[in-house]
Structure formats: C-alpha cells, structure tokens
C-alpha cells in the first residue's frame, strides 16, 4: 500500500484546513485509515482513524473540530480540521493498517502550522 498525503500549509488559529490522503496498491487488506501528528520533541500521536465499517474514533485533544471521512471509491481518506489551535501544528501522517497481518503503512508527511 502507498500513501500520498497533501494539503497541509500554514493557516491563524481558528481558521480551517483539509488534508488528503490518496493510497494505492493492495486496499482490499486495509482495515483502519488513520491520521497521525507528531510536534517536534513530541512522540507520534494518534489523531483520527476509521474503520472499514465506518467506525470513527478521535484523540481528545481534536473532538468536535476534526473530522475524518474516506471516500472509498477514490481509495481516498481526508481530515478536515476546522477551529485550529497553535497546538495543532505538527507533521501529520496518514496510515494505512491491517489486522490480520498486522501492519502499518505510511505516508509521507505534511505539515500544519497554525499561527496564534
């Protein structure tokens, strides 16, 4: 599976930005899309992931502003963060997961920066 993230840029706390993650190859197997975030000197955090069956969970820290949405038919997986904090900036990561067996894929990175 290869994943290629886009759309991360620099944008005011408070504003809104979207990412987007195109994957390829072998779907079929994937069970979870997810979207990860790592700030410098900070270990790599969860942020968002959905399952095959559209089971949707969040980190805490992004409830109500964040929302994760795959458009199967495109083999495409989308964060749309809106009401962004300074403390969202970080590189974010999508990630391609199978259970059985278990792996995890990467993309690349983009990184959000969000100004106070």
């Known amino acids: 599976v290869q994943l290629q993230a886009s759309g991360g840029g620099l944008v005011q706390a408070g504003g809104s930005l979207g990412l987007t993650c195109e994957a390829s190859?072998?779907?079929?197997?994937?069970?979870?899309m997810a979207w990860y975030r790592q700030a410098p000197a900070n270990q790599r955090e969860l942020v968002a992931a959905e399952t095959s069956g559209g089971v949707r969970n969040y980190v805490d820290s992004v409830k109500g502003r964040f929302t994760i949405s795959r458009d199967n038919a495109k083999n495409t997986v989308y964060l749309q963060m809106n009401s962004l904090k300074p403390e969202d900036t970080a590189v974010y990561y999508c990630s391609a997961q199978t259970i059985s067996p278990t792996r995890a894929y990467w993309g690349q990175g983009t990184l959000v920066t969000v100004s106070s």
């Open positions: 190859g072998n779907i079929f197997s994937v069970d979870v």
